[in-house]
């Protein structure tokens, strides 16, 4: 059977587009869910795997209707291809249930993982080279040097409370407790 799954993030998005597509390929059900793809508790998707059986098939408009990442993505087929069924998604023109299309949807999620594992590298080489520059990210702290110290003094010699201390500093209680 050709199960067509289709999703939006929004509750005022529209699936029409989607579900034509899908009815044109054949989908003789169709699950949909009107969620955030990130997440990866979707109701719909979740019948649909359950109700899954060998031999059936998923198609999607995009993969990314399926999945937000290519680790979810991978999830997921995987867990597709353990009940023996099949995935097609047909914008990109990947279907699991051929060899061609299973060698072009795993070269595809291996161009995919590099480019990822390139952009980390690429982010903790721009980290390294502005702290050498004396660059540090993240946000600057809430308290100065001498305002550390004042609460420090605060509490030991005035013997302040600390919601005490983070109302007068306009700081949370627990920045307080840091310092």
């Known amino acids: 059977m050709i199960l067509g799954y289709a999703r939006v993030s929004t509750e005022d998005q529209n699936l029409d587009a989607q579900l034509d597509a899908l009815k044109g390929s054949g989908a003789q059900r169709i699950f ?3 969620i955030s793809g990130s997440l990866r508790k ?4 979740d019948r649909l795997l359950d109700q899954l059986r060998e031999g059936d098939v998923i198609v999607v408009t995009k993969y990314d209707r399926l999945a937000r990442s290519l680790r979810d993505l991978l999830d997921i087929v995987e867990v597709i291809k353990a009940r023996g ?4 998604s047909l914008a990109e023109d990947i279907d699991t249930t051929t060899p061609a299309g299973r060698l072009v949807f795993h070269v595809f999620a ?5 480019e990822r594992e390139r952009i980390s590298e690429r982010t903790k080489e721009g ?3 502005a702290r050498k520059r004396g660059r540090f990210g993240g946000r600057p702290p809430a308290l100065s040097e001498a305002q550390r110290d004042e609460v420090r003094r605060m509490r030991d010699e005035d013997g ?4 005490e201390i983070a109302k007068l500093f306009k700081v949370s209680t627990k920045t307080i407790r840091r310092a």
């Open 42 to 45: 979707r109701p719909e998707l």
């Open 160 to 163: 302040r409370a600390l919601p």
């Open 85 to 88: 069924a099949g995935f097609r």
């Open 127 to 129: 980290l390294e080279a």
């Open 32 to 34: 949909s869910d009107k």
């Open 110 to 114: 291996s161009i995919a993982q590099f």
